[in-house]
């Protein structure tokens, strides 16, 4: 596959001792995307849950408490690891590979 | 305004009768853009209660994931309330999360399960904001 321009992270050879930056893609629900210039899909790192929500805060400001509160991921925000639900996992601490998928969706609810 | 045929009311206000007196939930999806229902999608109320409706986590991922690739978006939001108006309540608002989506409540407070009078109405809900919308049915 020809690469036109730029470089991938992943086409880096890894620096000797380093570890290659992970690269997660994080989907975004609607109303999250004022937060991500409207888009739909941002990428971020971590090597845990957490850790990736820390980082997208560093570039979409706001957004870090729309999902997490003092307890850790809100009640009424479902996050996916690839297919998972993460409460079926470890919660904030679930552990992230390079190439996964996580998904945000607000709970559909009320009364 | 929501334009919505008439087999899709139906079938919203039978989901809701067969689900009392537990409230009934699930979603009409339509292509984006278009802000037209078509696809009837009753769903799994998780809370199985009747003053309080979520979808299953699971459920719901695959119902994004299916309107996602099919190029679809929750046209119509729809619950029934089973002892109160078909109104938005406090909860319902705070949980609302799809700004385009037509709000639909049906109550069964009148006849329940059974044939008879329902009640069936339509809101935008926007930054907490309820506006009812006028029901064209075609």
């Known amino acids: 596959m020809a690469t036109v321009s730029g470089s991938d992270v992943r086409d880096r050879p890894p620096d000797t001792g380093e570890t290659p930056a992970m690269v997660i893609e994080v989907r975004i629900p609607t109303i999250l995307r004022t937060y991500t210039d409207g888009a739909r899909s941002v990428q971020g790192s971590g090597a845990t849950l957490r850790e990736l929500l ?14 997490v509160d003092e307890a850790g991921l809100r009640r009424f925000v479902n996050v996916y690891l690839n297919d998972e639900d993460v409460r079926f996992l470890n919660f904030i601490d679930t552990e992230l590979s390079d190439g996964d998928v996580v998904t945000v969706l607000p709970a559909v609810a009320g009364g | 305004m929501l334009t919505i045929r008439q087999d899709l009311v139906d079938a919203i206000v039978a989901h809701a009768r067969a689900d009392h007196p537990d409230e009934a939930c699930g979603v009409i999806a339509g292509p984006f853009g278009s802000d037209r229902p078509e696809r009837f ?25 299916d309107m996602d690739l099919a190029d679809e978006v929750p046209v119509v939001i729809y619950h029934s309330h089973t002892a ?29 399960p059974d044939a008879g009078p329902y009640e069936f109405r339509s ?13 064209n049915i075609v």
């Open chain 1, 54 to 67: 820390d980082d997208l805060e560093t570039r979409h400001p706001g957004m870090l408490d729309r999902i």
């Open chain 2, 41 to 65: 999608i009753p769903m799994v109320n998780s809370a199985r209660s009747p003053t309080f409706y979520e979808f299953d986590s699971g459920d719901l991922f695959r119902l994004y994931r």
């Open chain 2, 84 to 112: 109160t108006e078909a109104y938005p309540s406090r909860t319902d608002v705070s949980y609302a999360s799809e700004p385009q989506a037509h709000y639909v409540l049906v109550s069964t407070r009148e006849t329940g």
């Open chain 2, 123 to 135: 809101y935008s809900i926007v930054d907490g904001q309820i506006t009812e919308e006028e029901i």
